[in-house]
Every structure is written in C-alpha cells, then in structure tokens.
C-alpha cells in the first residue's frame, strides 16, 4: 500500500512511500515509520542512515485500504527527503496552458538541511 | 504516477489517486483534478458525475518524479471521498502494540456530506 506522509505540526506532505504488511505492522508497534523498499526489495525504518527518525503521531487508512496517512515529527535536521530538503516535493508545475515538452518546473523550499554525499554512504 | 490531493485551506490530506500523461497533462491545462482510473482503464474528470469538481490552486512534483501534490479547492459540498466524507482518510490506526488479526479502526471526521447512492448512478 501507499503511505503518505505528512508533518504532525505544519500539515506539510513531506514524502510517499510503500509499504508492506511486515512495515505496517512494524510502524504500528513501533510508533517509527517503517517502509517496504521496492527498488531494494527490502523493509527499511526511515531514517536508520541518516537519522531523520519519523515518529507517528497519528496513522489513518484511506477508504478502500490501500493508502495510509501518517502524521509524523521528524528527528535530526527534519529533514525527509533524501536531496536533503525537508519535503519530497520542492519543486511546483506551471499551471493554465498545456504542456509541451518537458515541464519547467519552479523551486520552491528548496533549501537543504544536509548534504547527502555526507550522509549516505555510497554501497 | 500517484497524486496526492490536499486542501488548499486546511491542508489535509484528503484523497490518493493515480494520473497517466493525458490525466496529468489535462490538469495542467485546465487547472481542474484528472486521474486515470486504473481499475476501469480511462481518464476521469473529479466530480464529474457528483459536482466535487477540484480546482487545483498549485501543483508539486516530488524529488524522483514518480509523484505529484495537488493543493485543491472542492466544489459542491467539498467532499472528496467516494463515501461522502470530505477525505477518505477518516478512520485512524491504534498505535503502540503489534496488530494482530484485523485492525481495529477509529472512526473520526466520520460526517458524511451527501449520500453516495443518490449521486452515484449505478451502472
């Protein structure tokens, strides 16, 4: 299933993932986000490299059950998203004419709280 | 791609949805919400049969472009939800023991706004 995620005191989507049923069950007991990697094919806890631990202060599923809302406080810089900036989405779409080509995209919030060179080990 | 709709008042998270290129381009142009229903294979207007037409006041794309954010204002009663509710996020989780058979669900912002089986036609 689908997982948003959102900041507990500003309401700000911060990022999507997905999860398992091994993920779900874990954020639940847990109270940390946990999500299921598909790329990597593997369960993972936000945060266990980098530190931006997501507490859930609030979990919600969707109407048809394949979505869940998490309300979260992120530890360390606040960080979510793994260019370093805060929220996943940084960027806006112009909108009121149609597209033609690649979209120009705005920057918006676009600072970052960390340098992910320094963070994330390279494998 | 998977589209996240919030409230561009409250911010809530109100419903998930998918967009192909059509939906996605169609939104840009028109500043009105379209997905594609993957369960029906076809392009869809919001509120096109219920009146919960989505004007999109500003739209994100996240950080590996598989995502957009759609910040909207709701038409009609501003429900979002299928069921009548304003978001389809209206039933939370307990946190804090490992779930064990099927989850028991709190009901909250269970209002529903209008009655599903008068403005849905069955087919």
């Known amino acids: 299933m689908t997982a948003v995620v959102t900041d507990a005191g500003s309401g700000d989507v911060l990022m999507l993932a997905h999860m398992n049923a091994e993920a779900l069950a874990r954020t639940i007991e847990t109270r940390e986000a946990h999500f299921y ?3 990597r094919g593997k369960l ?3 945060g266990e490299d980098s530190g931006h631990v997501q507490t859930v202060v609030e979990m919600r599923v969707d109407c048809d059950q394949d ?3 998490l309300k979260v406080r992120v530890a360390g810089t606040g960080a ?3 260019t370093g900036r805060i929220s996943c989405f940084y960027r ?3 909108l009121g004419s149609a ?3 690649e979209l120009k995209l705005d920057f918006i919030g676009d600072a970052k709280l960390f340098d992910p060179a320094k963070v994330y080990k390279q494998p």
């Open 37 to 39: 990697s598909r790329s």
């Open 44 to 46: 993972w806890k936000k």
């Open 67 to 69: 979505a869940v809302l």
């Open 80 to 82: 979510s998203c793994h």
């Open 92 to 94: 806006s779409i112009p």
């Open 99 to 101: 597209p033609s080509g």
